[in-house]
């Protein structure tokens, strides 16, 4: 579809050209292959990995590390982007955002199954070489926000917040974004599901 095609042509675009202040590190011959694959439905490998287990991971204690998580449309591309910024020490995708994530019909989300969780991506990254504005700087420059009526709560749009001081800074940013900042949710963090090991670093397996 047209969207599946903007969501996937949006993250391929270079990240030089948005973020030209942020050393990332240039990708392999296999890194960029069409990042359309991201969306093959129904392969041999999916059904593979149909009984894998999403953890639910414990919310970071971010006093001696900083923590980011942002849902960005389909989490391959985000991924990738972030993987070769320097200062990232580790990025993990899975499933947030649930409504109601206590709730037993909402319980353990899978890639077969999200229920009403957001494709999400949780980065940890270092403090003495990057800052939260310029995490949200690359959140709006690695994917096209989409106005969730059509694009669904898989891949919506959300910045999720560890803090006051990231909620005030994400407000400030959809603000400053303007247009694109209309289609943005803000949110506390709360349970994030690990994805399946097959989804972690799909783009880069390629």
């Known amino acids: 579809t047209a969207f ?30 069409p990042a359309l694959i991201c969306r ?17 991971l414990p ?11 942002f849902a960005m449309g389909d989490f391959g591309g985000p991924q990738r982007d972030f993987d070769r910024v320097e200062g990232i020490l580790e990025t993990v ?12 019909h909402n319980l353990n989300p ?25 995490l949200l700087k690359m959140f709006f420059s690695f994917h096209t926000p989409e106005n969730p009526r059509w694009c669904g709560t898989q891949y919506r749009s959300a910045i999720f917040t560890f803090s006051t001081e990231q909620r005030e800074l994400a407000h400030s940013a959809v603000k400053e974004w303007g247009a694109l900042g209309r289609f943005v949710a803000i ?3 709360s349970y994030f599901y690990k994805a399946e090991e097959y989804h972690q670093k799909y783009l880069q397996k390629w």
């Not at 095609?5 to 030089?16: E, F, M, V």
């Not at 919310?59 to 998580?69: E, F």
Request: glycine share 4%; with cysteine; charged share 30%.
């Open 187 to 189: 949110e506390d963090a």
């Open 4 to 33: 599946l095609l903007l969501s996937c042509w949006s993250y391929l675009i270079s990240i030089d050209a948005f973020c030209p202040s942020i050393s990332v590190r240039r990708a392999t011959t296999a890194e960029k292959r």
């Open 59 to 69: 919310v970071p204690d971010s006093s001696s590390l900083d923590y980011a998580m």
């Open 93 to 104: 995708v899975g499933y947030s955002g649930s409504e109601d994530p206590e709730a037993e």
């Open 40 to 56: 093959r439905k129904g392969s041999a490998q999916d059904e593979a990995n149909t009984s894998s287990e999403c953890p639910l």
């Open 110 to 134: 899978t890639y077969k199954d999200i229920k009403d969780y957001a494709e999400t991506i949780r980065v940890r990254y270092d403090p003495n070489e990057l800052d939260y504005n310029e």
